[in-house]
């Protein structure tokens, strides 16, 4: 059953595809295309690219391509530039709390993802982020309530979908209470039934409710459901049991990228594969290598041949296939200038209204001239694109004649750092811009100065979990987001140009004793 090649999503380098992606279309080794910041130049070329990869399936007689991409704002934008719309974090989103803006900006990023030959997306992010140690997930997650996190993934996937966009709901059963990274290793969620029911399970249920087009599981064990130690992505208790007997979904159950560490380590990109179908998914994702994608494809066809996949799962898996190309738009899609405005628009206004804070907020606004303080690159994670490289920071840019002084530190500032701040910015507001202060506590010194220097603003731009030790007399913002757009929109509400109407989505009481620092 050469078919079976429409079970695989697969991904490449560069901006144009190589032969031998076009090669696996034609012969049928691929029913998918994902998309990633590598493969994107500008909106015309990812036309163009859309195009020629459909193009190849169409002369060969083979079904509509699914073209997906992660696209789910913030960190994780693949579309970006001035090209594309758009996409705030979706902590942003929720600190927003506007669910009809959210709902509507999706739907005008949808109609863009299809003018743009893109038919599926790799969000919303349901995972509910109730461990501050969260390493991948973060301001990823709409945050730490499960009933929030439900009812904005609704507004989400009912957005994206209206637009003829298959929305994914990921990363099923839940990854918002690991500290390890499922990129670099094997997590385990060891708690109970009950406790996965309450909290993890609440947003995928409400996504079914909402007829969401697919679920991308997680490469997490979770013993409650399955005790012999398998990942979700491999378990048939999971992809069978739970997902279509109990939660009762019909539509697609898709693999995260089958060659994250997760899987390799333990497990190998190929057999895994085979054992992802045989367990229930019915779209297997292998996103980078020719290699470990032939790997795949030839797994699937000798687990058929040899019996490890059972024929009727194959067929099942293929139907399901088939059902949601069947649902893809076959219109030729456009967005106007006005809704392409317009959503620029509601993203700004999201931005905005996403910009919360703590502390002592009686000093805002801050008009005054201030020095800046901001760290090198953090590491980003492995489904995060790496920062654009700028001539200058955005917070800069944004403060325009408000700045006195930028002084750019290592993201692990020494003493003699910490004292060479302290005397450029004697007398003045000294704002710093923590990035990952929980995993570069160092950062925090830089925010212990005398009360008698002037104000002391801290700016948490990747995690709001940064705002948990300021000092007492410190002021504390965040945007959610480490975008320049939300850096843009920190800087509007730092001056009194907007009102600072964001509410934190992730609770900042620290559990543990307080400590001091020098």
């Known amino acids: 059953m050469q078919e079976v090649g429409q079970l695989l999503t697969i991904g490449f380098d560069g901006t144009e595809a190589p032969p031998h992606i076009f090669e696996a ?4 080794q691929a029913g998918g295309i994902v998309l990633f910041r590598r493969n994107i130049l500008s909106a015309q070329q990812v036309g163009e690219l859309t195009r020629s990869l459909q193009g190849q399936a169409h002369e060969a007689g083979l079904p509509t391509l699914f073209i997906a991409i992660d696209q789910e704002g913030g960190t994780v934008r693949r579309l970006t530039g001035s090209d594309f719309i758009p996409l705030p974090s979706q902590m942003a989103m929720a600190s927003a709390n506007a669910p009809d803006l959210v709902e509507r900006l999706l739907y005008l990023a949808g109609l863009e993802m299809a003018a743009l030959g893109i038919n599926q997306n790799y969000a919303p992010v349901l995972d509910v982020n109730v461990n501050p140690q969260n390493p991948v997930i ?18 989400y996937i009912r957005g994206l979908q209206a637009a003829g966009i298959l929305a994914t709901a990921k990363h099923f059963p839940g990854h918002g209470d690991t500290h390890q990274d499922s990129h670099k290793t094997l997590p385990t969620v060891a708690h109970p039934r009950e406790r996965l029911e309450s909290v993890e399970l609440v947003p995928f249920r409400a996504a079914v409710a909402a007829d969401v087009s697919a679920i991308m599981t997680a490469h997490v064990v979770f013993p409650a459901i399955e005790p012999t130690g398998l990942p979700a992505t491999l378990s048939s208790r999971v992809l069978t049991e739970l997902i279509r007997e109990e939660l009762n979904f019909s539509g697609m159950v898709v693999t995260d990228s089958m060659e994250m560490q997760a899987i390799t380590e333990k497990f190998g990109t190929a057999p895994g594969a085979q054992m992802a179908v045989q367990a229930g998914a019915d779209q297997v994702l292998v996103s980078h290598h020719q290699d470990q994608q032939q790997g795949a494809y030839q797994a699937l066809l000798q687990g058929l041949a040899h019996g490890q996949i059972a024929q009727a799962r194959i067929k099942d898996a293929l139907y399901r296939v088939r059902e949601a190309k069947d649902r893809l738009s076959q219109a030729n899609l456009q967005i106007t200038e006005a809704q392409r405005k317009e959503a620029w628009t509601l993203a700004e206004t999201l931005w905005l209204r996403a910009v919360a804070g703590t502390g002592a907020l009686k000093k805002l606004p801050i008009r005054d001239t201030l020095v800046l303080v901001t760290f090198g690159d953090t590491e980003a994670t492995e489904a995060e694109d790496s920062p654009t490289k700028r001539q200058s920071h955005p917070l800069a840019e944004a403060l325009g004649t408000q700045l006195k002084r930028h002084l750019l530190l290592p993201r692990d500032p020494s003493p003699s750092h910490v004292t060479e701040v302290h005397a ?13 202060a929980a995993l570069h506590p160092s950062q925090l010194t830089v925010l212990h100065r005398t009360w008698t220097e002037g104000p002391t603003i801290a700016l948490a731009l990747s995690s709001p979990y940064d705002l948990r030790r300021l000092p007492v007399d410190a002021l504390g913002l965040t945007a959610f987001d480490p975008s320049p757009e939300a850096m843009a929109a920190l800087i509007t509400v730092l001056r009194g140009d907007a009102p600072l109407m964001g509410r934190f989505p992730v609770s900042l009481e620290d559990p543990r004793p307080a400590r001091h620092h020098s």
Not at 140 to 145: I, L, N, T, V
Not at 424 to 435: K, M, P
Request: glycine share 18%.
């Open 25 to 28: 279309i034609r012969r049928g």
């Open 138 to 155: 973060g301001i990823r997650s709409f945050g730490e309530d499960p009933g929030d996190v439900a009812r904005l993934g609704q507004h």
């Open 424 to 436: 450029a910015s004697r007398g003045h507001a000294l704002l710093v811009a923590l990035d990952r």
